[in-house]
């Protein structure tokens, strides 16, 4: 059973246009959600994340938003840029279980020039 | 400031060897987790260790998989007698104490290849 899921595979935007990309979870035990961006070959690095006792939390280009009642979480990004280009996956812990990461599939990002 | 570090990047072993993949976490940090990544899935946690403790390796499969982090030298993730499913890449993970809210740090991960 898939506790976090990314619907969507793959998203193609133009660079200086908004990306979103979303996260579905069904575990009502999360308490904190995370996004990681890993580029082929390498590992997932940390981007940002937000504690279930907040709605939004922005850094920089990234912003992300949690909506707990649709247990909904979505990631912005603007404006795009070609070095976004990556997978990028979304996590979940629960406050019982705080050094165990739950993942999605991951969406592929692609910013066009 | 090194990060973690795994090695080898890549490992090819015929079915029914053994495959032996390292993790030297972040200096400083003290608390290592291994995650495995099968094709098109996301990563999905397999065991959680501290110095010498196995803390928690309810992701471990039943057999042939085991984990250790002694007291001096690099985490160790050992598969027993491998098998095609095990293809995968596996990634360690570390962070000075056990709460993934302070980022654990990913390595850069081991593909293991089995034929």
């Known amino acids: 059973d898939q506790q976090v899921k990314q619907n969507s595979p793959s998203l193609s935007v133009q660079e200086g246009r908004i990306s979103i990309l979303n996260c579905d979870y069904t575990n009502s035990m999360f308490d904190y959600f995370l996004w990681y961006k890993k580029y082929p070959a390498e590992g997932p690095t940390f981007l940002i994340s937000i504690s279930s006792i907040k709605d939004k939390n922005e850094d920089g280009r990234f912003t992300v938003f949690l909506n707990k009642s649709a247990k909904h979480l979505s990631l912005h990004i603007v404006p795009s840029q070609p070095g976004d280009s990556a997978v990028y996956f979304c996590a979940a812990h629960s406050q019982g279980s705080n050094y165990k990461l739950t993942f999605g599939k991951g969406t592929l990002l692609t910013v066009n020039p | ?115």
Not at chain 2, 92 to 98: F, I, K, N, R, V
């Open chain 2, 1 to 115: 400031n090194a990060g973690v570090m795994q090695n080898p990047r890549h490992l090819v072993r015929r079915r029914g060897q053994e495959a032996r993949l390292r993790c030297s976490p972040m200096k400083g940090h003290s608390h290592v987790y291994w995650y495995r990544q099968l094709p098109e899935e996301g990563l999905k946690f397999m065991v959680y260790l501290q110095k010498e403790n196995i803390i928690d390796e309810s992701g471990m499969p039943k057999e042939r998989f085991s984990a250790e982090f002694p007291k001096e030298g690099p985490s160790i993730l050992r598969i027993q007698q491998v098998v095609r499913g095990d293809s995968a890449a596996y990634f360690c993970a570390s962070s000075p104490d056990g709460n993934a809210n302070t980022e654990a740090f990913f390595g850069q991960g081991t593909r293991l290849t089995v034929v």
